[in-house]
């Protein structure tokens, strides 16, 4: 072998080192950015504040700070569960549980912040806005914590009554995404809102009720009461598949009276179709974390096609 040769070769392999190290540095950092994402509940954010934009573009509201507000809030409230929860998330999802103790004090010191943020953009709003900002709190303090004093009787989280925990967090979601655009741009109540409100009711409710699949050991390990502990999998299946009929029914329904434009309907159409594909994959996946990700991402593609029909 020449030294040339032996020149270029010492160089290949030099080469092959050092992309070698960017690739395994780009996979750490990637995964690590990945569950920063996903376990912290900043996705979530993401989603909520598309979620709002949808709402203000239902109702033809100008843009305003409110999916900013509502992706703060997100963010907090989610946080806040998740630091209360990780005893029990550790059995359903150990490695959020894992994250969300390694990361508690930047978790909780984030979420105060976020919900500060939140709160002093609203006041922009007006008042109103500030008390739509501070609902998700309270009812986050209600959903998870044991809020009642110690007075010799028990009484139970909502998160531990059946139905009751999951029309909770539905409706604390629906009030928020439907009101809190109508506050900051001091728009009146309408009965297209009221149809925006009944639609993200239902839709949050298969979308808080459709993780529960996953953490039947954890909840029944906290008393809390969910409807696959009660109806099981395969009821559960078809309670969701009701409640996106009921959903899609809804939407019918808001185009048929001039509500809702058809373009408009068809959008909000594509996402309970969707929805209707996620659900009926319970019972046949093991893999809930995906399924419930799955889930959420229902909106990004609703936000999408209601764009595309917007813009042609």
């Known amino acids: 072998m020449t030294h040339g040769s032996s020149h ?47 709402v203000m573009m239902l109702l033809g509201i100008e843009a305003n700070p409110a999916p900013v507000v509502v992706a703060f809030v997100t963010f907090a409230v989610y946080a806040y569960d998740r630091l209360v929860d990780v005893e029990s998330d550790e059995v359903s999802n150990p490695r959020q549980a894992a994250f969300v103790r390694r990361h508690r004090d930047v978790l909780y010191l984030m979420a105060s912040v976020c919900y500060g943020l939140a709160v002093a953009l609203s006041v922009l709003g007006g008042p109103y806005a500030l008390g739509i900002t501070l609902l998700p709190g309270m009812f986050g303090v209600l959903y998870a914590s044991d809020w009642m004093p110690d007075v010799g009787v028990r009484f139970a989280r909502f998160k531990e009554i059946l139905v009751v925990n999951t029309a909770v967090v539905a409706f604390a979601w629906a009030v928020t995404l439907t009101f809190l655009p109508l506050a900051f741009a001091g728009r009146a109540f309408t009965p297209a809102a009221g149809v925006v409100f009944c639609y993200f009711f239902l839709r949050s409710f298969v979308d808080t009720e ?30 969701l598949y009701g409640l996106d009929l009921v959903s899609l029914a ?6 048929g009276t001039g509500l809702l434009p058809s373009g408009v309907a068809t959008a909000l159409g594509v996402g309970i179709a969707y ?8 019972g046949r996946t093991e893999d809930y974390e995906l399924l419930t990700l799955a889930s959420e991402c229902e909106y990004l593609l609703v936000g999408a096609t209601l764009a595309t029909v917007v813009l042609v």
């Open 8 to 54: 270029q070769t010492v160089e290949a392999e030099s080469t092959a080192a050092w992309w070698e190290r960017i690739v395994d540095r780009t996979t750490k950092y990637g995964e690590r950015a990945g569950d920063a994402l996903m376990y912290s509940s900043a996705y979530l954010a993401v989603i909520a504040a598309v979620e709002l934009a949808i």
């Open 275 to 282: 929805s209707s594909s996620v659900v009926s994959r319970i």
């Open 250 to 255: 809804l939407v019918v329904y808001a185009a």
């Open 210 to 239: 459709l993780p529960n699949v996953g953490d039947v050991e954890s909840d029944r390990a906290s008393d809390v009461s969910t409807l696959p502990l009660v109806l099981g999998v395969r009821g559960t299946r078809y309670a």
